[in-house]
């Protein structure tokens, strides 16, 4: 995952967990958006959810889950996800290349 949005879904789903890690020393922010990759601008969109990975001091890997339980978060028109390194709504400062992993466990 990157700055850039990735589509996880093209149309409505339910997000009911996600493994991500990071093998860079910085921390990352995975922002989790409700719409498909053509509408959505990470710079502009306000994510339904953000989830902080912390950064590893050794660039190993270091992770973060989360379970959001039987319920799941409804993404109502599609999903798309991307990785910052801060925390603000809109930031879109990318974190170092190929540091951050993100599996995201779905159902349409």
């Known amino acids: 995952a990157d700055e850039t949005e990735e589509e996880v879904a093209a149309t409505a789903c339910t997000v009911y967990g996600l493994?991500?890690?990071?093998?860079?020393?910085?921390?990352?922010?995975?922002?989790?958006f409700n719409g498909t990759s053509s509408a959505i601008q990470v710079s502009t969109a306000t994510p339904v959810?953000?989830?902080?990975i912390p950064g590893s001091?050794?660039?190993?890997?270091?992770g973060a889950n989360y379970n959001v339980g039987g319920m799941g978060i409804t993404?109502?028109?599609?999903?798309?996800?991307a990785a910052v390194t801060g925390a603000a709504i809109?930031?879109?400062?990318?974190?170092?290349?190929?540091?951050?992993?993100?599996?995201?466990f779905y159902k349409n």
């Open 90 to 104: 809109f930031n879109t400062t990318a974190p170092a290349e190929s540091t951050i992993i993100c599996n995201i």
């Open 57 to 62: 001091s050794t660039q190993s890997l270091t």
């Open 19 to 32: 493994w991500a890690a990071n093998s860079g020393t910085a921390g990352a922010y995975v922002k989790l």
């Open 49 to 52: 959810i953000v989830i902080p």
């Open 75 to 81: 993404f109502s028109t599609a999903c798309c996800v």
